[in-house]
């Protein structure tokens, strides 16, 4: 399959070094270069585009405020010089997060992921008490015992676990994490949100709310939750 793709970047050396990265992988097709990210939003109001190359800072909008704009549909790469901006990128959904200057095997690196679905980085045990979730470096996991898991949430190729004190992200799907927990205690009610029963608070038509938290409950998942929660009710 391939890939039509954007770059959206107001420096010029920075889209150079994109577009003949571009030019070396096949599944990539470049169909349009942007410094002007207002341009860049004309050009998709009109245009099928599978990937955009995002730089943080832009005049006018920024990369963040774009991908807030843009159709979920669409894969974003954000580029940078500055990590700071790493964990709001993941939250908006980004595939990956290239720090500049970008070297070849990094890009590639990301642009497999178009390619590839998530492996499950979570691993469970025979006892449904805890589980291991995958952190950074080789071989290592943190122990997680779900009680203390509040809900989690799909960053796309990416999950973050939230409970009352940390966020864990991992590379994973949320389908992927769902089926290593225990269905008595955990339920999908969103295509981005997966809670834990013990953990809600209350909740009303459109809404649960955990730990002050509110979350969406999706059309799709909405009478499957509300079954479970008549199974509880008095």
């Known amino acids: 399959m391939n890939f039509k793709c954007i770059i959206v970047d107001d420096e010029p050396p920075a889209t150079r070094i994109l577009e003949n990265y571009i030019e070396k992988v096949s599944f990539l097709e ?8 207002l341009k860049a939003l004309e050009f998709l109001n ?20 774009v991908s807030r704009i843009i159709s979920k549909d669409i894969k974003v790469i ?12 993941f939250e908006l959904n980004a595939i990956d997060y290239l ?5 070849f095997e990094r890009f590639y690196q990301a642009v497999s992921k178009l390619n590839a679905e998530p492996k499950t980085e979570v691993v469970t045990n025979n006892s449904s008490e805890f589980i291991f979730v995958k952190t950074d470096g080789k071989n290592k996991f943190q122990k997680l015992f779900l009680e203390n898991i509040l809900y989690v949430e799909s960053l796309q190729n990416y999950v973050c676990i939230h409970t009352q004190k ?13 089926e290593s927990l ?3 205690d955990f339920i999908q009610i969103h295509k981005s949100f997966v809670v834990s029963l013990k953990q809600i608070e209350s909740t009303d ?6 730990n002050s938290k509110e979350l969406p409950i999706g059309a799709t998942y909405k009478d499957a939750f509300f079954e479970r929660i008549d199974q509880n009710k008095i």
């Open 30 to 37: 470049k169909v349009g270069v942007f410094n002007d990210s």
């Open 46 to 65: 009109t245009q099928s585009v599978d990937v955009i190359f995002l730089d943080i800072q832009m005049p006018q909008l920024t990369g963040l405020q």
């Open 78 to 89: 954000f580029t940078t010089a500055y990590p700071d901006f790493a964990l709001e990128g």
């Open 99 to 103: 720090l500049k200057p970008i070297a």
């Open 166 to 178: 940390q966020q864990l992200i991992t590379h994973s799907s949320l389908k992927n994490v769902l």
């Open 182 to 184: 225990p269905e008595k």
């Open 205 to 210: 038509s459109f809404s649960v709310f955990i």
